[in-house]
């Protein structure tokens, strides 16, 4: 069965560097996702991503953060001049569009980053 | 805003049926109500999606009522393997309207032998 995958699956930083997480989604979705989960919270939706453009963000993702789909098969997350509530786990999730039907988002097994 | 809040935890024997609801006030027309199952260190794994009334797949049952401001998943016999978080998520899939996505504070789920 075809996944979403994820890099690195650990990432360690230092407060004010900037990092890049990269998500390669299911090869034929159309629709991308950024999520967060701080240890012990819930999931909190960050940004979806469709045809080149943000559709929608949280007021989580600030300035700070930036989505790229660089070439065909990446999608990532860049955090700038990261902060130590910037900790988390970043899951990337995609989902298919077919007509007449919804599908539903399909998840990775996440980036962890631990800003020091 | 669509808030969305489960039971914190629950506890099941064996072989029980085990049901967790999701209460959503502010679902908005579009929205569908979609269920996930985590496990630690890993991402969130589908299970079902719904928009009304009753859905049913191999692996649980979805039951929406009219008024659509809760979801409650039903996971038939359940086993230790069930052992996990389970979420719900109340957005609008289509993606491209606006809508965001929110998840619900997540149950935690114990299945006893």
């Known amino acids: 069965e075809p996944e979403v995958t994820q890099t690195p699956s650990h990432q360690v930083t230092q407060m004010g560097q900037e990092v890049i997480l990269r998500c390669v989604p299911i090869s034929n979705h159309l629709y991308f996702y950024w999520y967060r989960q701080i240890l012990g919270q819930k999931v909190e939706f960050l940004v979806s991503?469709?045809?080149?453009?943000?559709?929608?963000k949280s007021e989580i993702f600030d300035d700070q953060f930036s989505v790229e789909r660089p070439d065909g098969s990446n999608f990532t997350l860049k955090i700038r001049s990261t902060k130590l509530e910037d900790s988390a786990m970043y899951f990337c999730?995609?989902?298919?569009?077919?007509?007449?039907?919804?599908?539903?988002?399909?998840f990775g097994d996440g980036t962890r980053l631990s800003i020091l | 805003l669509a808030k969305t809040t489960q039971p914190i935890s629950m506890d099941s024997y064996e072989g029980q049926e085990v049901n967790i609801t999701c209460s959503h006030n502010n679902i908005a027309t579009n929205d569908y109500i979609t269920w996930y199952q985590q496990f630690p260190s890993q991402g969130p794994r589908f299970i079902i999606q719904?928009?009304?009334t009753k859905v049913t797949n191999e692996v649980a049952s979805l039951f929406i009522p009219a008024d659509r401001k809760s979801s409650t998943l039903s996971l038939p016999r359940v086993s230790l393997s069930d052992t996990a978080v389970y979420y719900c998520?109340?957005?609008?899939?289509?993606?491209?309207?606006?809508?965001?996505?929110?998840f619900g504070t997540g149950t935690s789920l114990t299945v006893i032998p």
């Open positions: 719904g928009y009304k």
């Open positions: 998520l109340v957005g609008d899939p289509r993606g491209n309207t606006g809508n965001q996505f929110y």
């Open positions: 991503f469709y045809n080149n453009e943000i559709s929608e």
């Open positions: 999730a995609s989902r298919a569009t077919t007509t007449g039907m919804n599908q539903p988002q399909h």
